[in-house]
């Protein structure tokens, strides 16, 4: 099972799926860990350039796309092979999300990447885009191109009308990481419940 978690830049992806990982294996679930840009060449070529230049959108598009093609083939599929539950934080929907709010069309992102397969959960955090700026400015560092205000209120306007379109789970993430950890968890283990019982 592919699960994603998406959500804007200071949602709380990494904290969050850290903490759900821990509950899960302790649970004795078959956990792969995993993130975009991806730690292969395409996706270290993605955190150096895409990430920081001002290029063309559709030319980050790109990048994320053969990035996650690459991702997919390496690293996601084979765990899913092994049949392990394959938690990603970021997948197709941050793409759409924040190529989506800099002018790219969403139907050219989504043939882009028709290659690599919708996940079977996809989860949202959701937090408002200045609460999200201030845990980023909190983490130190250099910012990248995509943490700014206008940005991160355009990607959270469409990661929300996809939600609602597509019926992806929106967990409230401005609560503290343990609340939202719980959440998450919980909707994990439901779908792997029904899939287990569709399997039956």
Known sequence: MLVAIEGIDGSGKSTVIGM???ALRKEGIGLYVTQEPSSGEIGQLVRRWALQRSVDPHVDALLFAADRLHHYVT???PALRRGE????ERYLESSIAYQ???GVDTEWILEINRHVPWPDLTIVLDVDPGEALRRVAARGGRPDKY???HVLARAREILARRSLELGYVVVDASREPGAVALDVAEHIRKKLKARRHADA
């Open 100 to 102: 989506g709010a800099l």
């Open 75 to 77: 690293e996601i599929a």
């Open 20 to 22: 759900v990982a821990d």
């Open 85 to 88: 539950v394959v938690i990603t």
């Open 147 to 149: 943490e700014a205000l």
